[in-house]
């Protein structure tokens, strides 16, 4: 009879360790999207008296998009220094000789309350020996201006959920879409932000100056629409979609911003369709919406993957 | 609900103000005795009248719980192998009722309803099953259909013979069943244990055809143990545990079988009785209970895509119940409470396993509280009658821990909820003569079950949807009227019981048009949604006659009926049935042979899955010889289910998958 309690006991402890441990799914997301939220040094260029620093997430240039931050400071006290403007240009070089940008903002925008210019980058493919990105930044303080040049490196993007494409539209136009957030997404609704951007062809012939600015600009499109249709392409999934999902279009900020549910973790592809102002499609296919398990999902020709 | 707070109060009133003076009568019978040990002894064996009563059919003693409980007139199943079948009562599925092991609730830990409560004890363990239909059964906690209590077995204090026990042993030659069951009780003045073990294999059955069904094997043990102390003369406390293993078992029916489950079942319990004064008897009892289910899909070749599905399901509780006696008039008290954490994961493997697993919660930590005061007052207003009234009042709490996985088919439902679940029933009987009557009513809520309002992405086989919970579904508002009448001569009785539900907010699930299915074998998204009503009526006529003072029938028909508020047919409604059974006992052999079927399900609803089941017709024999053995009593069984190998399916297997062909049965019992 003593026994008995004992072997309660034991019934109970042997109970309590389950068989198989619940998964930690908060953590498996975190170990499978690396994000950084902190502004750090990327670079720096002493300029006569002056430091240039550029900070970006991290302090590292990704491919894709990256918001930057530019301060100016007299590296004699350590200082801010009142610019009044300041230029940002990404120049990429090619071994055939082609120079070309990506989007970039040029004309940095200042921000008095963190004291620095703020701008973005959108780097179109990493640093390698058959790819040098050059930066040719400008500023001026007191009425006199500076113009600087450093190479810089643009490294892989591991968070596949910060990754863009590049494409041709049909109106013969070239677009990049860089997707901005979320950085780190949840089987939930999400916020789905992205920049969609041009480049615009230059009217004119390139200026002795190199760089010209005409040549390499992009601009941001205005009033496009971007629909959206979520897929997760694994063969095991069918192609399976979301519901309640919005299509992104543009907000104040520039950006175009729409709502992503994601029902489960794992490979998404966001498919695509561009249309513009007048509701043309530039670019993007509709996707089946048949389930197909077992086949690897149909893809809009306008997509990009991600993994949470 | 203002109406509905003063008719509680006017109840719970009722019985403080209400109580007949005629207190003396009852028990002096008992009192002569001064012998108050005996007292306690005699009183237990009343309060528990069922003490001896074995779980086992007339045609099988070998009954697993299932088999048992099929033979309850308002109990179906829906089957999906051989094992593990969720009774449907009242032709309404189980979150419709509650199922409760001596009042304890226990919540089945996978998504896909593989281990209905039923599923966690065993014949051995158990000493009968209550079946309460609709409101009359919320006793343990809201319910709409009625509760499902299982009886543990639990041996009276100071019985004359202290040790007791059996060994059955029996052997199944359709799936090679082999079972072997055992339990012992050992019953002092102070110290009472029951102990159970027993052990079930079977392999794959045969249908009809003779063709094996694959994946229906089982594996199965289960074992409890009971010690009860008595601390006074009039108190006692008892602490029980029951722990089911069952591993390998095949679901034919699902693209998936069950790897391991386990069920922890443990109570601790105090009760006193008290000689005088109206409150006769007060039983507290906290419980725990764990389960753990986890499937598998990997030896199903045809499933492409490998899936792991574990469930986990954790519940902490307490019951309360007080028996109040007071001449003519009696009355339950019953306090609910119990606190219960549900988690059920799937993760999708890719087809290159060296890419990233996919991984979502279907129930997403969703935790659900209850507690409740149940009462059941009944007046015996004169020796031909007597009125029953009785209510519940219950707050059910739901917070789902992941609600972001809700929030994507239901933007912004609440994380938490609170829903207040109100019952009420009435009944009356009335006996003149030869002739008993009966009628009923009954009023009361049910919440949506953790599935039905949490549930995400729950593959459902039978129709290949699916499903979706919605947290802000509205409680299922249930009324009732039931009504039986009969007549009981010497020879001969026959009665027919009716009754019929009218239920608002009938939750089910319906086609979602914009949602894309996630399981590999799924066609599309369902979604739980509230019907604005649904009728159901169940009928059933019963008769027995005694041609001969050894030979005895016994014949009994049902009908159901349901339908949603668009007159369509819902799912899983038997249709018409019969069972006719006779019984020759000639000194110490018994046979009985028994014929039962269904009509064709005509009235089926192709929009969850179901097609026209034809009708069926089973004959069912056995045999069985009682002697002595040494000291043993000694029962040997043989028979057979399904003589002619009919082969066949019924309105509620899964995927019409066929029932098991002839299955011949041998058993054998010791007890002492």
Same mark, same amino acid.
């Given at each position: 009879?003593?026994?008995?309690?004992?072997?309660?006991?034991?019934?109970?402890?042997?109970?309590?360790?389950?068989?198989?441990?619940?998964?930690?799914?908060?953590?498996?997301?975190?170990?499978?999207?690396?994000?950084?939220?902190?502004?750090?040094?990327?670079?720096?260029?002493?300029?006569?008296?002056?430091?240039?620093?550029?900070?970006?997430?991290?302090?590292?240039?990704?491919?894709?998009?990256?918001?930057?931050?530019?301060?100016?400071?007299?590296?004699?006290?350590?200082?801010?220094?009142?610019?009044?403007?300041?230029?940002?240009?990404?120049?990429?070089?090619?071994?055939?000789?082609?120079?070309?940008?990506?989007?970039?903002?040029?004309?940095?925008?200042?921000?008095?309350?963190?004291?620095?210019?703020?701008?973005?980058?959108?780097?179109?493919?990493?640093?390698?020996?058959?790819?040098?990105?050059?930066?040719?930044?400008?500023?001026?303080?007191?009425?006199?201006?500076?113009?600087?040049?450093?190479?810089?490196?643009?490294?892989?993007?591991?968070?596949?959920?910060?990754?863009?494409?590049?494409?041709?539209?049909?109106?013969?136009? +070239?677009?990049?879409?860089?997707?901005?957030?979320?950085?780190?997404?949840?089987?939930?609704?999400?916020?789905?932000?992205?920049?969609?951007?041009?480049?615009?062809?230059?009217?004119?012939?390139?200026?002795?100056?190199?760089?010209?600015?005409?040549?390499?600009?992009?601009?941001?499109?205005?009033?496009?629409?971007? +629909?959206?249709?979520?897929?997760?392409?694994?063969?095991?999934?069918?192609?399976?979609?979301?519901?309640?999902?919005?299509?992104?279009?543009?907000?104040?900020?520039?950006?175009?911003?729409?709502?992503?549910?994601?029902?489960?973790?794992?490979?998404?592809?966001?498919?695509?369709?561009?249309?513009?102002?007048?509701?043309?499609?530039?670019?993007?296919?509709?996707?089946?919406?048949?389930?197909?398990?077992?086949?690897?999902?149909?893809?809009?020709?306008?997509?990009?993957?991600?993994?949470? | 609900?203002?109406?509905?707070?003063?008719?509680?109060?006017?109840?719970?009133?009722?019985?403080?103000?209400?109580?007949?003076?005629?207190?003396?009568?009852?028990?002096?019978?008992?009192?002569?005795?001064?012998?108050?040990?005996?007292?306690?002894?005699?009183?237990?064996?009343?309060?528990?009248?069922?003490?001896?009563?074995?779980?086992?059919?007339?045609?099988?003693?070998?009954?697993?719980?299932?088999?048992?409980?099929?033979?309850?007139?308002?109990?179906?199943?829906?089957?999906?192998?051989?094992?593990?079948?969720?009774?449907?009562?009242?032709?309404?599925?189980?979150?419709?009722?509650?199922?409760?092991?001596?009042?304890?609730?226990?919540?089945?830990?996978?998504?896909?309803?593989?281990?209905?409560?039923?599923?966690?004890?065993?014949?051995?363990?158990?000493?009968?099953?209550?079946?309460?239909?609709?409101?009359?059964?919320?006793?343990?906690?809201?319910?709409?259909?009625?509760?499902?209590?299982?009886?543990?077995?639990?041996?009276?204090?100071?019985?004359?013979?202290?040790?007791?026990?059996?060994?059955?042993?029996?052997?199944?030659?359709?799936? %090679?069943?082999?079972?072997?069951?055992?339990?012992?009780?050992?019953?002092?003045?102070?110290?009472?244990?029951?102990?159970?073990?027993?052990?079930?294999?079977?392999?794959?059955?045969?249908?009809? %055809?003779?063709?094996?069904?694959?994946?229906?094997?089982?594996?199965?043990?289960?074992?409890?143990?009971?010690?009860?102390?008595?601390?006074?003369?009039?108190?006692?406390?008892?602490?029980?545990?029951?722990?089911?293993?069952?591993?390998?078992?095949?679901?034919?029916?699902?693209?998936?079988?069950?790897?391991?489950?386990?069920?922890?079942?443990?109570?601790?319990?105090?009760?006193?009785?008290?000689?005088?004064?109206?409150?006769?008897?007060?039983?507290?009892?906290?419980?725990?209970?764990?389960?753990?289910?986890?499937?598998?899909?990997?030896?199903?070749?045809?499933?492409?895509?490998?899936?792991?599905?574990?469930?986990?399901?954790?519940?902490?509780?307490?019951?309360?119940?007080?028996?109040?006696?007071?001449?003519?008039?009696?009355?339950?008290?019953?306090?609910?409470?119990?606190?219960?954490?549900?988690?059920?994961?799937?993760?999708?493997?890719?087809?290159?396993?060296?890419?990233?697993?996919?991984?979502?919660?279907?129930?997403?930590?969703?935790?659900?509280?209850?507690?409740?005061?149940?009462?059941?007052?009944?007046?015996?207003?004169?020796?031909?009658?007597?009125?029953?009234?009785?209510?519940?009042?219950?707050?059910?709490?739901?917070?789902?821990?992941?609600?972001?996985?809700?929030?994507?088919?239901?933007?912004?439902?609440?994380?938490?909820?609170?829903?207040?679940?109100?019952?009420?029933?009435?009944?009356?009987?009335?006996?003149?003569?030869?002739?008993?009557?009966?009628?009923?009513?009954?009023?009361?809520?049910?919440?949506?079950?953790?599935?039905?309002?949490?549930?995400?992405?729950?593959?459902?086989?039978?129709?290949?949807?699916?499903?979706?919970?919605?947290?802000?579904?509205?409680?299922?508002?249930?009324?009732?009227?039931?009504?039986?009448?009969?007549?009981?001569?010497?020879?001969?009785?026959?009665?027919?019981?009716?009754?019929?539900?009218?239920?608002?907010?009938?939750?089910?699930?319906?086609?979602?048009?914009?949602?894309?299915?996630?399981?590999?074998?799924?066609?599309?998204?369902?979604?739980?949604?509230?019907?604005?009503?649904?009728?159901?009526?169940?009928?059933?006529? %019963?008769?027995?006659?005694?041609?001969?003072?050894?030979?005895?029938?016994?014949?009994?028909?049902?009908?159901?009926?349901?339908?949603?508020?668009?007159?369509?047919?819902?799912?899983?409604?038997?249709?018409?049935?019969?069972?006719?059974?006779?019984?020759?006992?000639?000194?110490?052999?018994?046979?009985?042979?028994?014929?039962?079927?269904?009509?064709?399900?005509?009235?089926?609803?192709?929009?969850?899955?179901?097609?026209?089941?034809?009708?069926?017709?089973?004959?069912?024999?056995?045999?069985?010889?009682?002697?002595?053995?040494?000291?043993?009593?000694?029962?040997?069984?043989?028979?057979?289910?399904?003589?002619?190998?009919?082969?066949?399916?019924?309105?509620?297997?899964?995927?019409?998958?066929?029932?098991?062909?002839?299955?011949?049965?041998?058993?054998?019992?010791?007890?002492?």
């Amino acid at each position: 009879m003593q026994k008995i309690p004992l072997f309660l006991a034991a019934v109970c402890l042997v109970m309590a360790s389950c068989t198989k441990e619940k998964t930690d799914y908060e953590a498996a997301i975190d170990a499978a999207v690396p994000v950084n939220y902190e502004f750090k040094e990327a670079l720096s260029i002493n300029s006569g008296v002056y430091k240039v620093s550029v900070a970006a997430l991290n302090g590292t240039f990704y491919k894709g998009y990256n918001e930057i931050r530019l301060t100016i400071t007299d590296s004699r006290n350590g200082q801010n220094v009142d610019a009044t403007a300041a230029t940002f240009l990404p120049i990429m070089a090619n071994t055939d000789g082609s120079m070309v940008s990506c989007p970039h903002r040029y004309d940095l925008t200042y921000t008095p309350d963190g004291n620095y210019f703020a701008g973005y980058s959108v780097f179109t493919a990493e640093s390698s020996a058959a790819t040098i990105w050059n930066l040719y930044i400008s500023f001026s303080v007191a009425g006199k201006v500076q113009t600087e040049r450093v190479t810089l490196f643009v490294q892989e993007q591991t968070n596949k959920n910060l990754n863009m494409v590049a494409f041709t539209g049909k109106d013969d136009e +070239q677009y990049v879409i860089a997707l901005v957030g979320p950085q780190r997404p949840k089987v939930a609704e999400n916020a789905l932000i992205a920049g969609i951007y041009t480049f615009n062809k230059p009217t004119n012939a390139p200026s002795e100056n190199f760089p010209d600015p005409s040549q390499f600009s992009y601009s941001e499109v205005s009033g496009y629409t971007l +629909q959206l249709d979520p897929r997760m392409p694994e063969p095991s999934m069918g192609n399976h979609s979301s519901i309640n999902n919005k299509d992104l279009t543009q907000q104040d900020d520039g950006l175009y911003h729409g709502v992503v549910n994601y029902t489960m973790t794992g490979n998404w592809t966001l498919n695509f369709i561009m249309l513009n102002q007048n509701g043309r499609v530039l670019k993007g296919t509709e996707v089946p919406t048949t389930f197909t398990p077992g086949v690897e999902g149909v893809k809009s020709e306008l997509y990009i993957n991600i993994l949470f | 609900m203002k109406t509905l707070i003063i008719a509680f109060c006017i109840l719970f009133m009722g019985m403080t103000v209400a109580v007949p003076e005629a207190q003396a009568q009852h028990g002096d019978t008992e009192h002569h005795h001064k012998d108050t040990t005996r007292y306690l002894k005699e009183v237990t064996v009343i309060d528990e009248t069922i003490v001896n009563k074995k779980i086992e059919t007339e045609m099988k003693m070998a009954v697993s719980v299932d088999e048992f409980l099929a033979s309850s007139d308002n109990i179906s199943f829906i089957k999906r192998g051989a094992y593990a079948w969720e009774p449907l009562l009242n032709n309404m599925s189980s979150e419709r009722s509650s199922l409760t092991i001596d009042g304890m609730h226990v919540f089945g830990a996978c998504t896909d309803k593989m281990d209905p409560i039923t599923s966690y004890v065993e014949s051995n363990n158990l000493s009968s099953i209550d079946i309460t239909s609709g409101q009359e059964g919320s006793m343990h906690g809201a319910t709409v259909a009625g509760s499902i209590d299982l009886k543990r077995k639990s041996t009276p204090f100071g019985l004359e013979k202290k040790w007791g026990g059996a060994y059955q042993t029996g052997f199944e030659f359709n799936n %090679n069943q082999f079972l072997n069951l055992g339990n012992l009780s050992y019953s002092g003045d102070k110290l009472v244990a029951d102990g159970s073990i027993s052990f079930r294999k079977a392999g794959n059955y045969q249908a009809g %055809n003779n063709a094996e069904v694959n994946h229906s094997q089982y594996n199965k043990f289960n074992t409890s143990l009971g010690l009860a102390y008595k601390t006074s003369l009039l108190s006692s406390v008892r602490v029980d545990a029951i722990y089911d293993r069952a591993s390998d078992v095949g679901f034919p029916a699902l693209p998936m079988d069950l790897w391991l489950s386990r069920a922890i079942i443990t109570s601790a319990s105090y009760k006193r009785l008290f000689e005088e004064g109206m409150l006769r008897v007060w039983d507290t009892k906290v419980y725990y209970n764990a389960v753990e289910h986890y499937m598998d899909d990997t030896k199903r070749p045809e499933n492409k895509v490998h899936m792991d599905m574990p469930g986990w399901s954790t519940t902490y509780g307490l019951v309360s119940r007080a028996s109040i006696l007071r001449g003519a008039y009696r009355a339950e008290i019953q306090l609910n409470a119990y606190d219960n954490l549900s988690i059920a994961e799937m993760t999708m493997y890719p087809q290159d396993r060296s890419k990233k697993t996919m991984f979502a919660y279907s129930w997403p930590w969703v935790t659900t509280r209850f507690a409740g005061l149940s009462m059941n007052n009944s007046w015996s207003i004169s020796e031909m009658s007597t009125l029953n009234v009785g209510g519940s009042l219950g707050w059910n709490y739901n917070h789902s821990k992941y609600v972001d996985f809700n929030w994507i088919f239901h933007p912004g439902a609440p994380q938490e909820k609170n829903r207040i679940l109100p019952g009420l029933h009435a009944s009356y009987q009335l006996t003149i003569d030869q002739f008993n009557f009966s009628l009923g009513t009954g009023y009361g809520h049910r919440a949506p079950s953790v599935s039905e309002g949490y549930g995400y992405y729950i593959y459902n086989s039978f129709d290949r949807y699916d499903y979706v919970g919605n947290p802000n579904l509205k409680n299922e508002v249930s009324y009732e009227a039931n009504a039986s009448a009969g007549v009981k001569k010497e020879k001969m009785g026959i009665e027919a019981r009716v009754n019929y539900f009218y239920i608002e907010n009938y939750i089910i699930g319906r086609i979602l048009s914009l949602g894309s299915p996630m399981n590999y074998q799924s066609v599309g998204v369902k979604g739980y949604t509230s019907l604005d009503h649904a009728r159901l009526y169940n009928l059933s006529v %019963n008769a027995y006659y005694d041609i001969l003072h050894h030979l005895h029938w016994k014949g009994t028909v049902t009908y159901s009926r349901a339908t949603d508020n668009r007159d369509g047919n819902l799912p899983f409604i038997r249709p018409m049935s019969y069972r006719t059974s006779l019984h020759y006992m000639y000194q110490r052999l018994g046979l009985q042979a028994s014929l039962s079927g269904d009509m064709a399900q005509k009235k089926y609803s192709p929009e969850y899955g179901e097609d026209l089941t034809p009708a069926y017709t089973v004959v069912n024999v056995s045999a069985d010889y009682r002697f002595d053995f040494k000291n043993f009593r000694t029962v040997l069984q043989v028979g057979a289910e399904n003589l002619f190998n009919e082969y066949y399916s019924t309105y509620a297997d899964w995927g019409n998958i066929p029932r098991m062909g002839r299955n011949v049965f041998t058993s054998l019992r010791f007890s002492f």
